[in-house]
């Protein structure tokens, strides 16, 4: 085995350390692609040097590289199924590591996500993978696609995804494993892309609008749930209740006091909108709806409409100040999508381990960013969580 082993890492290196772009750009333009463009040698690059039929020809070579050199080892060599696997992963070492290139080639992408295509088309006829979470994952892919125009953007919500669902779906084995290794190599390239690349730098605009310490502390609304399974319903709702006595009294003592009102603006804007300083603050009537769909509704349905409120939100909020072109009613049609998105996303995601249909998730999740778009007159805030929860309550009956 020891022998075989080796046989397959030196056959799979050999056949990814092959590198078309490089061979390309030496043969039509007499250069080494490496020094030019972003210096990687990879489909990209090859479009941005030497054009589209020379990328084609590179793309089509070193996505096939490893499924190739996979079925070579396994079909013919008759190696086992670890084995030919290794000898795949050893084609996308061999492109990034090529000898005759000092060992600088390209990142290996194009040869892990024609493994992982591959991986994923075996698991699909396996009956591992369901064709309805292929097509939900392809929505996710064209609408980041859409709203953002960036790759990067698009596998840093996919590859999570994808992940979880492969991990819900398909039985822990040797295929398993290594499709597992295979996302997540394409995942650490990806977050190092949107470094380097500085994808996702935000605006300055954006930094400005945008409340941080509101951003970053409305994900722990997720902590009510979750106390409201460990120490009880009555414990959970006192707890919100005198958290959002507090977050509502400070309103009221500001609002009831207009020196007050002004000292706050003035030496705290980190905390308030400027639209809030006639009215009660989207945080407290934030609390106020989880309060309220806790109490009101069943369970599942109150956790899935906390989901709404905190990931559709955050999603919708970014990439509708990032990436938002179109707008709608005061906001961004960018934005109204990823919040919609994500609702899906988490809902999904919570299906797996809650009592709730599809179609109950779906409706819900799209009263929510209907809430979230038009103008109703109220925060959405507050409007987002008991329609949500009402449109899911009432679908769930019929």
């Known amino acids: 085995m020891f022998v075989e082993l080796v046989i397959a890492i030196v056959l799979g290196y050999g056949v990814g350390s092959i590198s078309p772009s490089y061979f390309l750009g030496r043969l039509i333009r007499k250069l080494d692609i490496r020094q030019h463009g972003d210096g990687n040698a990879g489909t990209v690059n090859t479009y941005k040097v030497l054009g589209l039929l020379p990328s084609a020809i590179t793309a089509v070579i070193d996505v096939s590289k490893g499924v190739l ?10 190696f ?29 992408v194009a040869t892990a996500t024609g493994f992982l295509l591959f991986c994923l088309a075996q698991f699909i006829h396996w009956g591992w993978f369901p064709i309805y979470n292929l097509c939900f994952l392809a929505f996710v892919a064209l609408t980041f696609g859409y709203i953002s125009r960036k790759g990067e953007v698009v596998g840093s919500v996919v590859l999570p995804l994808l992940l979880f669902l492969i991990l819900q779906s398909a039985p822990l084995n040797t295929w398993t494993v290594f499709f597992v290794l295979i996302v997540i190599y394409i995942l650490l390239i990806n977050f190092i892309n949107l470094i380097h690349k500085r994808v996702m ?39 919100l209740g005198i958290i959002t006595l507090i977050f509502l009294g400070v309103d009221l003592i500001r609002l009831s006091h207009r020196g007050v009102n002004i000292f706050f603006f003035r030496n ?43 990931f559709g939100d955050l999603f919708g909020k970014f990439f509708g100040m990032q990436f938002g072109k179109i707008h709608l009613f005061g906001k961004s049609l960018e934005g109204s999508l990823a919040f919609f998105t994500a609702c899906l996303i988490s809902g999904i995601v919570l299906s797996h381990y809650i009592p709730i249909t599809f ?10 960013t209907l809430a979230e778009l038009l103008p109703l007159g109220v925060d959405d805030n507050f409007t987002v969580a008991l ?10 009956i019929f």
């Open 268 to 310: 705290l804007p980190m905390f308030f909108k400027t639209k809030e300083t006639q009215r009660i603050s989207s945080m407290s009537l934030f609390l106020i709806a989880t309060f309220l769909v806790l109490l009101l509704f069943q369970y599942h349905i109150a956790l899935m409409t906390i989901l709404y409120l905190i």
């Open 387 to 396: 329609i949500s929860a009402s449109t899911m309550y009432v679908t769930q």
């Open 80 to 108: 086992s199924l670890t084995i030919a696997l290794a000898a795949g992963f050893a084609a996308i070492v061999g492109h990034v590591f090529p000898f005759y290139l000092n060992f600088r080639g390209g990142q290996g």
């Open 201 to 239: 730098t935000i605006n300055p605009e954006v930094k400005a609008r945008i409340k941080w310490w509101r951003f970053l502390l409305r994900p722990l609304a997720i902590l009510f749930p979750i106390f409201f399974q460990l120490i009880g319903e009555k414990p959970t709702l006192v707890l």
């Open 69 to 78: 050199i996979f079925w070579f080892s396994y079909h013919v060599l008759h």
């Open 359 to 368: 179609l109950t998730l779906f409706v819900g999740a799209l009263a929510a």
